[in-house]
């Protein structure tokens, strides 16, 4: 899923194409795409681009008389700047915005349709969209701690979850645990002030920084083969292979269709973490410690 650095570089991306430019037709593919009736889609067309910006995870494009398209691309979908008028594919294809100078793309891959548009007339409208979580960046430590208590939760989970924290996702929050040392299971509420000043600092560090590379991948061209995974992540979809700091083997709990990288040699002081499915079907056998998993 696009996160937060993807989703910046796809506004570094759009704002010098369609900011002042004419959103000309809203052609909708996908019946489950569209997720509003009123504003109608011809409400949009005709109207200038006044700007974009990110919601969470959600694209939107400001346009003229207080109109707004937002566009989340859940897991799958996907943005493609083409040429004025480029057909919608029929197998991918979920959406194409006709701009005076290009046509912006929606794809969706799979057989799942999870991507979403909202079309919405007002700040009430557009603030409805907005999940409320803070961005990391407007975070002073003590703020962040705030956020971090609110609700007893797992570290994984509490990153993850928009109502407290914006644009994070699986694979961020999985760097962002391995930066700070700390264990995805571990409970907020049993960190001491040292640990959250660790931890502050190092999801500061881990959205600036790959926010920066994202952008700079892109740079005047748009964003390509988008995804939350990179060669250079240290624990995010490196399960088997040796921690870049310690050398200690990547390991991965999977529930729901979501998994988690983590190093025990750097995040658990070398406990394996157990995977619900796994630990249950091998249950003595499974490894508990680094020492368990090289013998």
Same mark, same amino acid.
Request: charged fraction near 30%; include cysteine; aromatic fraction near 6%.
């Given at each position: 899923?696009?996160?937060?650095?993807?989703?910046?570089?796809?506004?570094?991306?759009? /704002?010098? /194409?369609?900011?002042?430019? %004419?959103?000309?037709?809203?052609?909708?593919?996908?019946?489950? =795409?569209?997720?509003?009736?009123?504003?109608?889609?011809?409400?949009?067309?005709?109207?200038?681009?006044?700007?974009?910006?990110?919601?969470?995870?959600?694209?939107?494009?400001?346009?003229?008389?207080? =109109?707004?398209?937002?566009?989340?691309?859940?897991?799958?979908? /996907?943005?493609?700047? =083409?040429?004025?008028?480029?057909?919608?594919?029929?197998?991918?294809?979920?959406?194409?915005?006709?701009?005076?100078?290009?046509?912006?793309?929606?794809? %969706?891959?799979?057989?799942?349709?999870?991507?979403?548009?909202?079309?919405?007339?007002?700040? %009430?409208?557009?603030?409805?969209?907005?999940?409320?979580?803070? %961005?990391?960046?407007?975070?002073?430590?003590?703020?962040?701690?705030?956020?971090?208590?609110?609700?007893?939760?797992?570290?994984?989970?509490?990153?993850?979850?928009?109502?407290?924290?914006?644009?994070?996702?699986?694979?961020?929050?999985?760097?962002?645990?391995?930066?700070?040392?700390?264990?995805?299971?571990?409970?907020?509420?049993?960190?001491?002030?040292?640990?959250?000043?660790?931890?502050?600092?190092?999801?500061?560090?881990?959205?600036?920084?790959?926010?920066?590379?994202?952008?700079?991948?892109?740079?005047?061209?748009?964003?390509?083969?988008?995804?939350?995974?990179?060669?250079?992540?240290?624990?995010?979809?490196?399960?088997?292979?040796?921690?870049?700091?310690?050398?200690?083997?990547?390991?991965?709990?999977?529930?729901?269709?979501?998994?988690?990288?983590?190093?025990?040699?750097?995040?658990?002081?070398?406990?394996? =973490?157990?995977?619900?499915?796994?630990?249950?079907?091998?249950?003595?056998?499974?490894?508990?410690?680094?020492?368990?998993?090289?013998?």
């Amino acid at each position: 899923m696009p996160e937060l650095p993807e989703i910046e570089a796809y506004l570094h991306a759009l /704002r010098p /194409r369609v900011v002042g430019h %004419e959103l000309e037709q809203l052609r909708v593919a996908s019946f489950s =795409l569209l997720r509003t009736y009123d504003p109608p889609t011809t409400a949009v067309e005709g109207k200038a681009v006044t700007g974009v910006h990110r919601i969470g995870k959600r694209i939107a494009i400001d346009l003229e008389e207080d =109109l707004a398209v937002v566009i989340h691309l859940m897991v799958a979908g /996907r943005l493609k700047w =083409l040429e004025h008028g480029a057909a919608v594919p029929k197998r991918y294809g979920l959406a194409a915005i006709d701009f005076d100078n290009g046509t912006l793309l929606l794809t %969706e891959a799979g057989t799942k349709r999870r991507a979403t548009m909202h079309l919405v007339r007002g700040e %009430e409208s557009l603030a409805a969209l907005d999940p409320g979580g803070a %961005e990391i960046a407007d975070l002073d430590r003590e703020a962040f701690k705030e956020r971090l208590l609110t609700e007893r939760h797992t570290l994984k989970r509490t990153l993850t979850d928009a109502r407290f924290f914006s644009g994070i996702g699986g694979a961020f929050a999985d760097e962002i645990l391995w930066r700070a040392k700390l264990s995805p299971t571990q409970m907020n509420t049993n960190l001491d002030d040292q640990e959250i000043a660790r931890l502050h600092e190092a999801a500061v560090d881990v959205l600036d920084r790959w926010t920066a590379a994202r952008i700079e991948e892109t740079g005047d061209g748009f964003p390509e083969k988008v995804t939350a995974f990179h060669p250079d992540m240290g624990v995010h979809g490196k399960f088997g292979e040796p921690c870049p700091v310690c050398g200690a083997p990547i390991q991965r709990i999977v529930h729901g269709g979501r998994e988690t990288n983590y190093c025990p040699g750097c995040q658990t002081g070398g406990k394996i =973490l157990a995977d619900r499915a796994l630990s249950r079907l091998l249950k003595n056998d499974w490894p508990k410690t680094l020492d368990d998993l090289v013998e």
